[in-house]
C-alpha cells in the first residue's frame, strides 16, 4: 500500500503528461491511502480546469466519477489533533503549503510515525522534497518525472 497525495491522483482520471507513469504505480499496487481532504483538493483541481476551459462539464463529471470508482476501497486518513499538530510543526520545517502540510502528517500518522520504507506518490515538487526529508521513498522516481 501507497500513500498517494492528490497531486498524482488527478493524472489517474485526467488525461494529461504523467497519466501514463501514475498508471503504472497503481497497476503496480492498487491499494491506496489518501487524506480525508484529498477528494476536496481534486475537486479544486477539477474545478480549476473546468475554468481554465481545458475540461468540459461532462469530463469534470467523469473524472468525479472515476474519482469516486478509484478511491472506493483506500484507506483514507481521517483528520485528527496528532495530524494538524504534526502539520503545523512540518510548516516550521519544510517550504509547504498549509494543505500540503496535512497531506504529509496525514501520510506520516498513516506509517504509524515512521516513514522509512513507506512511499509516498506525489507530483508536487515541494511535497516530494519535505516527504523525502520526513524519510518516505518517493514516487515516482525523479528520472520518471516530466517537465521542469
Known amino acids: 500500500m501507497r500513500f498517494w497525495d492528490t497531486s498524482s491522483l488527478v493524472p489517474l482520471v485526467v488525461r494529461e503528461g504523467m497519466s501514463t507513469t501514475m498508471e503504472r504505480l497503481f497497476l503496480d499496487d492498487r491499494e491506496l491511502a489518501i487524506w480525508w481532504s ?3 483538493e481534486f ?3 477539477l474545478a480549476r480546469r473546468r475554468r481554465a476551459g ?3 462539464v461532462g469530463e469534470v463529471e467523469r473524472a468525479s466519477e472515476d474519482l469516486r470508482d478509484l478511491v472506493a476501497g483506500s484507506v483514507e486518513v481521517e483528520p485528527a489533533e496528532e495530524i494538524r499538530d504534526r ?3 512540518l510548516l516550521f520545517h519544510h517550504e509547504l503549503r498549509a494543505a500540503d502540510a ?3 502528517a496525514a501520510a506520516i500518522f498513516w506509517s504509524g510515525e515512521v516513514p522509512d520504507g513507506s512511499s509516498f506518490v506525489c507530483l508536487d515538487r515541494r ?3 519535505a516527504s523525502r526529508a520526513e ?3 518517493v514516487l515516482p522516481s525523479s528520472g520518471e518525472l516530466s517537465g521542469p
Open 38 to 40: 484529498a477528494r476536496v
Open 43 to 45: 475537486a479544486g483541481a
Open 54 to 56: 481545458t475540461l468540459s
Open 87 to 89: 502539520a503545523i510543526e
Open 102 to 104: 496535512m497531506q504529509l
Open 127 to 129: 511535497l516530494r522534497a
Open 135 to 137: 524519510g518516505f521513498t
